[in-house]
């Protein structure tokens, strides 16, 4: 069992930055795959960035290619979301999500465990 609690979000304007944490508790941390994926208001959840345990792969939403990061400090059990270059279409609740099977997760059902999700708002 993994319980994830992201932080981080806000409201910053558009060309400015966040960088969203999310802390997993359990000893099993760096075994899984991490996720970010959001929502915005009417829409579906959307995949937005993977990592895998050791942090050497990713994968990006290309909509967010080259402004977004992830990240992760096996130590510290946290995943990080570095955005750079936000733009209004980015405002969307985010959500961190573990996946407890090898390899990169790329849809919402590759994923085990779901935070509660961090408001993220970005105005013109």
């Known amino acids: 069992q993994v319980q994830l609690v992201e932080s981080g979000g806000g409201l910053v304007q558009a060309g400015g930055s966040l960088r969203l944490s999310c802390a997993a508790s359990?000893?099993?941390?760096?075994?899984?795959?991490m996720g970010w994926f959001r929502q915005a208001p009417g829409k579906e959840r959307e995949f937005v960035a993977t990592?895998?345990?050791?942090?050497?792969?990713?994968n990006y939403a290309d909509s967010v290619k080259g402004r977004f990061t992830i990240s992760r400090d096996n130590a510290k059990n946290t995943v990080y979301l570095q955005m750079n270059s936000l733009k209004p279409e980015d405002t969307a609740v985010y959500y961190c999500?573990?996946?407890?099977?090898?390899?990169?997760?790329?849809?919402?059902?590759?994923?085990?465990?779901w935070g509660r999700g961090t408001q993220v708002t970005v105005s013109s």
């Open positions: 999500a573990a996946r407890g099977e090898y390899g990169l997760g790329l849809t919402k059902s590759d994923y085990d465990y």
């Open positions: 359990g000893r099993t941390f760096s075994s899984y795959t």
């Open positions: 990592i895998n345990w050791s942090g050497r792969s990713t």
